[in-house]
């Protein structure tokens, strides 16, 4: 089988040709490959540099191709070739250099250098027509170059020739086949005495096996695994499309592959279990989209892990491809290009089998680079980026934190939970895939979850607010001592006020309320730096005293009141408690409580008498009572005192309380000027400016003092 630019191809009567052990073949003619697989072929020029240039024929033209092809039955036996497809058709090998025994340098964008690793060490330069047929080139060249170093030691051990396995251990071989095979269908049957004969039998052969379940057993369904990487110093979430039954060491793999982080620094975690290489999945309970694991990483000093080491695990990674979801099964022998195993191979091939013949022996330039993937199954990133096609741009906003795409519909990044930029437009034509359908129904149910909970909390505390306000005494919720007696209180022992939440004893409270002079009691809380100005309140009171001492306290309160009043008047009847703030405009105060009608200008009770007949009767009765004489020098030292006068019309003793300069008498009902303490009109009446006072006349006062007396 051969591979050009075109596809495969189908040798008439191919047999397999070895090439010689020289480190390269020169001027051959003719392909000396053999049945080998192509992986990639590309048209380049050659130009000459070094002490020792290789003299080829042709060189400069155009027409050379440089092909890299691979032996599938053999580990590491790669070729590169130099062929020249001018003239008839066919193409002629000009070189041929097996990759273990030379080294390949890039230059530059578009010029690579191969030099032969022995002495003289001849060297050779490539020129690439464009640099991204040298970068695709380049990548299947080192890795495949890693590659064949790595499998070179085991290769250059001697090795006596062998044409075929020893007839006995042969025998051996197929008789613990068979009983693998005997045991595997006891269990499945459930025959435990045939399964436990067969296992004795094996354990007496110490045959190497490896048991797992059958990948039968589990369903072959891809879901999305929700990861929570963490490391040292950050963390983020990533969704992993994985599959139940694969195993721990599966999931390890596709890490390194998909994000590089290497299966030594990775340590699983899930269902708080720490997940060891061989279980798989399922077996932790790993079954639906949206199921969680625990990824943390160690630090490479940690886990021993060298660049050199990172790198080569790439480089394998690079041709061995993603390992196969499902539980391994047992390596099949691969034959080798002869027919017969080789002993120091490998269980397993580096490549899959060949891709199907096709009829065509030329064909574009470049190949068909899909087939080259699907053949050597490369999934490293940087090999993603190189021989997969540009697709249309991905629909999404891209975080300004760490550039991760994100849903057109998602809030905020994946990644990072950045918020969604506000200048971000979802596109009109945007339909949500099945799985952010869900996460959007998802999170409509948690803020309706969310909502609901702050709805109950908050009647919750309502209800708690209304029961504690219907509370005349608050108790204290925890313990705590009191800041006058330095009592420890209990929950529920003492009294929390409710103005300053401060907690005190009841018997404390108690005395500070009996023992105050003033009707609004005070906080009694007090420290070196603070004096609390808060008071209790009414009700806060009257539960802590007796109904007596509440009263009294009542009481005081009136009485300090009164006595605190400007316009307060108590009533004449004796020991009446009833008093009142009368106005400027108020002659008479009905006491509320004796129910007698006190004269406010007299400043006595005097029912069925006006003020000029109460006042000449005190005089009458002065000379003989003593209370009317006490009263009769009340109102004398009122009139020289300036707080009272006679009415300058009927005589009698009036009095202002408060407010302007205007008055009327309240027997002859004339209108005085207290400041000129005569009439404040004329002869006839208000408006008559021809007497009286004469205020505001020619915009004058009717004296320097005038409090307006209209």
């Not at 273990?100 to 022995?118: D, F, N, Q, W």
């Not at 269908?185 to 490896?210: F, H, M, N, Y």
């Not at 400007?566 to 009446?576: I, L, N, Q």
């Amino acid at each position: 089988m051969s591979l050009t630019s075109g596809g495969w191809t189908q040798t008439p009567g191919c047999a397999p040709v070895r090439s010689a052990a020289l480190p390269g073949t020169y001027g051959a003619s003719g392909s000396l490959l053999g049945c080998q697989t192509v992986l990639m072929s590309v048209r380049v020029s050659v130009c000459h540099s070094g002490i020792r240039p290789l003299c080829l024929p042709g060189a400069g033209d155009d027409s050379l191709r440089l092909q890299l092809s691979m032996d599938p039955g053999k580990s590491g036996e790669f070729r590169l070739t130099l062929q020249d497809s001018s003239g008839t058709g066919r193409s002629v090998t000009i070189a041929e250099f097996d990759l273990r025994t030379v080294k390949y340098e890039v230059k530059s964008p578009k010029c690579h250098e191969l030099s032969l690793a022995a002495p003289p060490h001849d060297r050779i330069s490539f020129n690439f027509r464009c640099e991204q047929e040298a970068q695709e080139w380049a990548t299947v060249v080192i890795s495949a170059l890693s590659e064949a170093h790595r499998v070179a030691p085991q290769d250059n051990d001697p090795q006596p020739p062998q044409q075929g396995l020893h007839p006995h251990s042969t025998l051996s071989l197929q008789q613990k086949e068979d009983t693998c095979i005997e045991l595997t269908r006891a269990i499945e049957a459930g025959d435990v005495q045939s399964a436990s004969d067969l296992a004795a039998t094996l354990a007496r052969q110490c045959a190497a096996l490896k048991i797992q379940p059958s990948a039968k057993d589990y369903e072959d369904t891809e879901i999305n695994l929700a990861v929570a990487v963490e490391d040292s110093s950050s963390s983020c979430c990533v969704t992993v499309k994985v599959s139940p039954h694969m195993t721990t060491a599966a999931l390890k793999q596709q890490m390194f592959l998909e994000y590089g982080f290497h299966p030594r620094v990775q340590r699983w975690v899930i269902g708080q279990c720490l997940c060891t290489d061989q279980r798989s999945l399922a077996s932790y309970g790993v079954r639906q989209d949206g199921d969680t694991a625990f990824l943390y990483l160690l630090s490479a000093r940690h886990a021993r892990l060298t660049f050199q080491v990172l790198q080569r695990d790439q480089e394998s990674a690079l041709l061995l491809g993603t390992p196969s979801l499902s539980l391994p099964k047992p390596p099949l022998a691969a034959a080798s290009a002869n027919g017969a195993p080789s002993p120091g191979q490998r269980p397993y091939a580096t490549l899959p089998s060949r891709l199907h013949t096709s009829s065509n022996t030329g064909g574009s330039e470049r190949g068909n680079v899909h087939e080259i993937r699907d053949l050597i199954n490369l999934q490293m990133p940087q090999l993603n980026k190189a021989l997969t096609p540009k697709t249309a741009s991905i629909q999404g906003w891209s975080c300004p934190s760490c550039t991760y795409i994100n849903k057109p519909t998602r809030p905020g990044c994946e990644i990072c939970s950045t918020d969604r930029p506000d200048s971000y437009v979802i596109p009109g034509g945007y339909r949500p895939d099945a799985l952010e359908l869900r996460r959007i129904q998802q999170e409509k149910e948690a803020v309706r979850q969310y909502q609901q909970a702050r709805e109950k909390e908050r009647r919750e505390n309502f209800a708690r607010l209304v029961m504690m306000d219907g509370r005349d005494l608050l108790p204290n919720p925890e313990s705590v001592d009191c800041r006058i007696c330095y009592v420890d209180l209990k929950p529920a022992e003492g009294v929390l006020l409710r103005e300053c939440l401060h907690c005190f004893c009841r018997e404390c409270l108690r005395s500070v309320i009996m023992l105050s002079e003033e009707p609004e009691v005070a906080c009694p809380y007090r420290d070196d730096t603070y004096s609390c100005t808060c008071s209790l309140q009414e009700r806060e009171i009257r539960a802590l005293v007796p109904a007596e001492e509440y009263e009294r306290w009542l009481q005081r309160g009136l009485s300090v009141a009164e006595s605190r009043c400007e316009g307060s008047y108590h009533c004449a009847t004796p020991d009446c408690p009833g008093w009142c703030v009368y106005e400027d405009t108020v002659n008479v105060f009905p006491c509320p409580v004796c129910r007698k009608h006190n004269c406010l200008i007299c400043k006595s009770i005097h029912e069925g008498m006006n003020c000029k007949q109460y006042q000449d009767d005190l005089a009458a009765r002065a000379i003989n009572d003593s209370a009317a004489r006490r009263t009769t020098h009340l109102l004398k030292t009122l009139v020289q005192s300036g707080e009272a006068m006679h009415c300058p019309q009927c005589g009698i003793i009036v009095q202002k309380r408060d407010g302007c300069d205007w008055l009327r008498c309240t027997v002859c009902h004339i209108e005085i000027c207290w400041v000129t303490r005569g009439p404040r009109w004329g002869p006839t009446g208000p408006g008559d400016t021809s007497g009286g006072c004469r205020c505001n006349v020619n915009n004058q006062k009717c004296h320097p003092k005038c409090q307006n007396c209209h």
